[in-house]
């Protein structure tokens, strides 16, 4: 059984991660092209291109904190219905007896929900550990780290939490 959560995270991870870095690069490459062309395109000498990395890289961080919030939302959808080593997590109906085969993101909101509640509570154990021990402050890159190890926790609560989930 650990290793269906695990190989259910590392699939989620690779999908969180590439979702939203990913997302996230290209929004703000086309903020800081969009940007670029506002100032009437200047020559690319050292300074235009150096500022224009300063722009991509102070717009990043927090584009990243968006499209973070939408991966983690489209992510959800595909950890159901996979078989992973043997073993399948089904969302079942409203009513509890069928399980959904075509799952849409309106199925998904109550779960997501619960799920995302979940997460935020692990989250928020990780972050008083980690002060407890580090003196830094959070931002974005500490953050997904934290939601990445969350996740991994909460796929193994989300069962008994949610009694629309259930594991084949």
């Not at 989620?12 to 870095?21: A, N």
């Not at 929004?27 to 969009?34: P, Q």
């Not at 550990?129 to 989300?158: C, Q, R």
Request: proline residues 1%; aromatic residues 18%.
């Amino acid at each position: 059984m650990s290793k269906f959560y695990l190989l259910l995270w590392l699939r989620w991870v690779l999908r969180i991660s590439l979702c939203s870095i990913g997302l996230a690069f290209i929004v703000s490459f086309i903020l800081t092209t969009i940007i670029y062309i506002n100032q009437d395109m200047p020559s690319l000498e050292s300074e235009v291109l150096e500022a224009l990395v300063d722009i991509g890289v102070f717009w990043f961080p927090i584009i990243w904190s968006f499209t973070l919030l939408l991966a983690l939302f489209r992510g959800v959808k595909y950890i159901f219905n996979k078989n992973l080593n043997g073993h399948i997590l089904k969302l079942l109906d409203c009513k509890y007896r069928e399980e959904i085969e075509i799952i849409g993101y309106g199925d998904l909101v109550k779960v997501w929900r619960k799920w995302f509640m979940l997460l935020i509570w692990l989250v928020v154990v990780e972050m008083i550990l980690s002060t407890i021990f580090m003196n830094e402050w959070f931002n974005i890159y500490w953050l997904f780290i934290a939601i990445l190890v969350a996740g991994y926790f909460s796929f193994v609560l989300l069962g008994s939490r949610c009694r629309r989930v259930k594991i084949v």
